[in-house]
Each structure stands twice: as C-alpha cells, then as structure tokens.
C-alpha cells in the first residue's frame, strides 16, 4: 500500500500527517518507524502521545523496510494504559496493600477488630502484619520494612512520629476454683507464697509488677517463664500459677468464666498502645485509609489527659 494513502487512514489531524510523510521521506524510513520514533520522543518529553495515530496504522511496514521500534512503541503504549489503570484502581483502594507491625497482643487482640473494619469497606487490599516484639518494631519501621507499627510504648526518636491508639489494664488472672477467685480483693502481701507465670519478654508491666511486690518488701515467685500469652493463659487454665496478663488479652476468657480477674491492691497499671510511622511519611492510598481507622479507634479509645 502506497504510504500516502496509507497515513491518509488516520484520524490524525493535517498537520500531523504532513509532518509524518515528510519526515519519512527525508529519512527513508517507513510510516510505522516515524511513527515509533515519535512514540519514543514523546514518551521521554512532555509532548502528546500519537498513540490515536499509531493504533490505526496497519501492521504491515510501508516497502520493504519496517522500522525496529514501531513494536516497542506499541509495547510502551500498552504499558502506559496498563500503569495508569493500576494507579486508578489504587486510588480507589481496589487493589493495594498496607504492611503493618505488631507485638504478640495488638496482633492477636486490637487489630483483628480493626482489621474486619477495614476489610469491610475496602476488601480487595492486602493486609500484611509482622509479629515482632516492641522494642524491635522501631527499627523495622525505620528500615520501611512496615508502613507503621502498633507497639506497647512511645519511642524517642526524632525520625519518628506516634500516636496512642488505645488503653489496657493490667489484671491478674488464675483458675476459678483457686481460693482467691472468690476474693474482692487481694493484698501484695498474701501473693509472696503462689506461683507466678510470666511472659519471657521484659516489658514496662512485667518491671511494673516486680517493682510493686519490692516496694512491699514481698517476693515474687515466678516459677515459668513461657513465650506467649496464650500460652500463659492455658497454664493458668490448667491450676500451675497466677499471671499478670493486659485484660484485652483475656477479655474472652473473663466472659466466659473460664478465667477470673482479682483486683491487686496498691497495683495499678494501665499500658497505652502507641501506633508508631516515620515522620513526614508520604502513605500510599491503602495505609492511609488503615491509619484513618486507627485515628477514629484513638479518638474513642483513648481517656482525656
């Protein structure tokens, strides 16, 4: 097919098929190469893509000679359209993900929660959470391995900004027929002769509790030290120790009466969950709307200062 005739098909303005023929003509090359090599240009500048033109040229090459970039071009197109239509969809949280990290109880206790809210209203996001411990979850947000962290302290660091999010009681637990399940109350002094499971890590409640039973000059007797709070819980379950454990941990447990909570005199710990992100942090569409829920839960979660 003749070239004229061929650049005559298109929808392209005059102007543009004149600049097309004229062109091939001084570089002895086909429509579909001019064609291509304005694609290129076009794709490295500001100019606007001739992508209408390109779409209707046939396949076949004007001549003999068929320019080597006409299906690059045609690929760069495709790739365009198809980048344009993911950043669309992510946008409109069709598709994404939000990467989270947590310690043991905000991922197994406070976010599953807000997980389900936030499934509700986007569904097709993936959520990811990383169990590490707290003092761990600083480091992993600075390296961006996690978008934010919810951990069981504020960190000091001034590339970091954080917010609380919620509130736990620290509660003492043991099996209901033990003797001081039928107690209102119980003093520091009476606990000095039970056995006591504790967590492995060494958190703000556990130095809480031991700096409580010292300043009662009485001892704490922790015969296990076990790796996760459920864990804790079954031993309790099973009449091998009392515990101190957060009362989200067990809410569950207290409600079905499997478990039961005796106030401490003289002890009182509430811990404040802190969501933790790099400071000025650009977020992508998926955690920001997560870190949307996180504020509203903040905002009724959290006790006026």
């Known amino acids: ?7 005559d098909q298109t929808d392209c ?15 002895w090359l086909s429509i579909d190469g001019v064609f291509a090599t304005r694609v290129f240009r076009d794709c490295r500048g500001r100019g606007k893509l001739l992508e209408s033109c390109l779409a209707r040229l046939p396949h076949a090459a004007c001549g003999k000679y068929r320019h080597p970039l006409y299906d690059y071009a045609k690929r760069i197109l495709s ?6 239509n993911v950043v669309a969809e992510l ?8 990467r989270i990290g ?7 206790y406070l976010l599953p929660h807000l997980i389900l809210e936030y499934r509700a209203l986007y569904p097709n996001v993936l959520v990811e959470i990383f169990r590490q411990s707290s003092e761990r979850l600083p480091r992993e947000v600075l390296d961006r391995n996690v978008d934010f962290a919810v951990m069981a302290f504020e960190p000091v660091d001034g590339d970091l900004e954080s917010f609380p999010v919620s509130q736990d009681e620290l509660v003492l637990i043991t099996h209901p027929e033990h003797y001081l399940a039928r107690r209102e109350s119980v003093a520091v002094e009476e606990l000095g002769n039970q056995p006591f499971l504790a967590h492995n890590v060494k958190t703000g409640s556990r130095y809480k509790v031991m700096e409580t039973f010292a300043q009662h ?9 076990l790796a996760t709070v459920e864990t804790i819980k079954r031993f309790v379950q099973l009449k091998i120790g009392l515990a101190f454990v957060p009362r989200m941990c067990v809410a569950d447990e207290l409600e079905r009466g499997s478990l039961v909570s005796v106030p401490v005199d003289d002890l009182s710990y509430v811990r404040t969950l802190w969501v933790t992100h790099r400071r000025g942090m650009t ?11 996180l504020h509203d839960h903040a905002r009724t979660h959290i006790s006026e200062k």
């Open 283 to 293: 977020f992508s569409h998926a955690a920001a709307a997560f870190l949307a829920i």
């Open 13 to 27: 303005c005059p102007q543009t098929k004149i600049a097309v023929l004229v062109s091939a003509e001084r570089r």
């Open 217 to 225: 000059h009485t001892p704490l007797n922790i015969t296990l030290e």
């Open 1 to 7: 097919m003749n070239c004229a005739r061929r650049i």
């Open 79 to 84: 790739l365009r359209d198809q980048a344009f």
């Open 102 to 108: 947590a310690n043991e109880s905000t991922s197994l």
């Open 91 to 98: 946008k409109s949280l069709q598709l994404g993900r939000v």
